[in-house]
């Protein structure tokens, strides 16, 4: 015990977590978590306590962590010798169409996460639930767009939702293999505002961390469904709520995808709810466009 608390003490940040993470996941994702945050709210004071004085160690806890880590890479090897997603090659290539997230029970909503201007100090609110008969996922709560004082914040009034990143045995990074579909299918019920829809990847270099591609969703309101279908051609990239000059189509392989969410902030105080039957992909046959935006080289040869 004394020797992994040396361990801790000493190693660099990023060594801690790629060597450490696998093993002592749960023990770690608080201090983690609050390691890798890159916000502190303007005017507040740094914590005093290292991330490792935190830690509860239990060698119980360890094993058992150890013993799920390893019948996760069973089954992962299992699926892989099947073939791709643990379906047959043949099925996979004539997939059409596909349920990527339906939302059942408690356990659908698990996996997704939601937040709002209030981790930058605004007063937006947003909550998660199951909708009606267990059918639906409901989102809901009230924008505010009151900025926050402490003389640094210029605008607030955002909530969101977003699925949880994959992860794999050993605390591996998965990624999502959609090449095979073109567009994004959703069965949405809302209140008439607009969402945008995000796409977020994992970037290669760090100053690609707010990368993100996005693309609107508009609901009517009303009783009614409605079935909402978004090619991926039609998704942009932005960084930190700007449009980029050098846009480029989305990497829908498994080298670059990592979840999806959406986001509201229309700027409109007030309440808000939309209510998700489900997620899914469909290859659309007849969509045949690649990309719908204009691409230049930035400073071509002359």
């Given at each position: 015990?004394a020797?992994?608390?040396t ?7 990023c060594c801690?977590?790629?060597?450490l ?5 749960p ?6 978590s609050?390691l890798?945050?890159?916000y502190r709210?303007p005017g507040?004071q740094p914590e ?16 058992d962590?150890?013993k799920?880590?390893?019948s996760?890479l069973k089954k992962?090897t299992?699926?892989?010798?099947i073939?791709p997603g643990?379906?047959p090659f043949?099925?996979?290539?004539l997939?059409q ?16 996460v939601?937040?709002s201007d209030v981790?930058i ?5 947003v909550?998660?639930k199951l909708?009606?008969?267990n059918?639906?996922a409901l ?5 505010n767009?009151?900025?926050?004082r402490d ?7 955002y909530?969101?939702?977003?699925a949880k990143p994959?992860?794999g045995?050993?605390a591996r990074?998965?990624y ?7 567009s994004?299918?959703?069965?949405v019920?809302?209140d008439?505002?607009?969402?945008m829809v ?6 290669y270099?760090s100053?690609?961390?707010d ?10 309101g009303g ?9 991926f051609s039609?998704?942009?990239l932005?960084?930190?709520?700007r449009v980029?000059?050098?846009q480029?189509?989305?990497?829908l392989?498994k080298a670059?995808?990592?979840t ?6 229309d700027?409109?105080?007030?309440p808000?709810q939309?209510e998700i039957?489900f997620i ?9 466009e690649e990309?719908a935006?204009e691409?230049?080289?930035?400073n071509?040869?002359?």
């Amino acid at each position: 015990m004394a020797l992994t608390v040396t361990f801790l003490n000493s190693a660099g940040r990023c060594c801690r977590h790629n060597v450490l993470h696998p093993l002592f996941g749960p023990l770690l994702s608080d201090s983690m978590s609050k390691l890798y945050s890159s916000y502190r709210r303007p005017g507040s004071q740094p914590e005093k306590k290292t991330s490792w004085q935190n830690i509860d160690f239990s060698f119980k806890k360890g094993i058992d962590v150890l013993k799920t880590q390893l019948s996760m890479l069973k089954k992962e090897t299992e699926d892989y010798l099947i073939g791709p997603g643990g379906h047959p090659f043949s099925q996979y290539l004539l997939e059409q169409t596909r349920v990527l997230w339906e939302f059942r029970s408690q356990e659908d909503l698990n996996k997704w996460v939601i937040s709002s201007d209030v981790e930058i100090g605004g007063k937006s609110e947003v909550y998660l639930k199951l909708g009606r008969n267990n059918q639906a996922a409901l989102l809901y709560g009230t924008l505010n767009t009151e900025v926050p004082r402490d003389g640094e914040t210029k605008y607030s009034g955002y909530c969101s939702m977003r699925a949880k990143p994959p992860v794999g045995s050993f605390a591996r990074k998965k990624y999502y293999d959609w090449s095979n579909f073109n567009s994004l299918y959703l069965r949405v019920r809302g209140d008439g505002r607009p969402w945008m829809v995000n796409i977020y990847t994992d970037p290669y270099f760090s100053h690609q961390k707010d990368d993100l591609y996005n693309y609107f969703m508009f609901t009517r309101g009303g009783p009614y469904w409605e079935e909402i279908k978004i090619p991926f051609s039609k998704f942009f990239l932005s960084s930190r709520g700007r449009v980029q000059d050098d846009q480029h189509p989305i990497w829908l392989d498994k080298a670059s995808f990592l979840t999806l969410g959406f986001t509201i902030g229309d700027k409109v105080d007030g309440p808000f709810q939309l209510e998700i039957d489900f997620i899914g992909l469909l290859n659309d046959r007849a969509h045949t466009e690649e990309f719908a935006y204009e691409t230049y080289e930035k400073n071509p040869p002359v």
